[in-house]
């Protein structure tokens, strides 16, 4: 059983930056595509952004692009969010997922298709 722990959320101004890491305990990482997701309050659970395996292949949510980059490194059995020049509207718990895969090139969009949650960090962004 894949256990995932989010850290390094926090308050910051508008146009900071955070870095937030996930990592893994109960199993190795490297079998999986892994996802970042944001719920705000009194909203869904949206998709942020994702990366394969291999980490060769990510994607992302229009609203983060160019703003917002996914890693991972196997070896530490952690993946990062680094999320540059942040809005007051990027306010939301982060959750970190991870999806099972037999592909190291694929990951995942949709947060049916992820096995394993971590129970989030909050990320404020104060105007």
């Known amino acids: 059983q894949v256990q995932l722990v989010e850290s390094g959320g926090g308050l910051v101004q508008a146009g900071g930056s955070l870095r937030l890491s996930c990592t893994a305990s109960g199993g190795t990482l490297s079998r999986y595509a892994m996802g970042w997701f944001r719920q705000a309050p009194g909203k869904e659970r949206v998709f942020v952004t994702t990366i394969s395996w291999s980490g060769g292949n990510t994607g992302s949510a229009d609203s983060v692009k160019g703003q917002f980059t996914i890693s991972r490194d196997n070896a530490k059995n952690t993946k990062y969010l680094q999320m540059n020049s942040l809005k007051p509207e990027h306010s939301a718990v982060y959750y970190c997922?991870?999806?099972?895969?037999?592909?190291?090139?694929?990951?995942?969009?949709?947060?049916?298709?992820?096995?394993?949650w971590g129970r989030g960090t909050q990320v404020t962004v104060s105007s």
């Open positions: 997922a991870a999806a099972s895969t037999n592909f190291t090139s694929v990951y995942k969009t949709q947060a049916r298709e992820y096995d394993y």
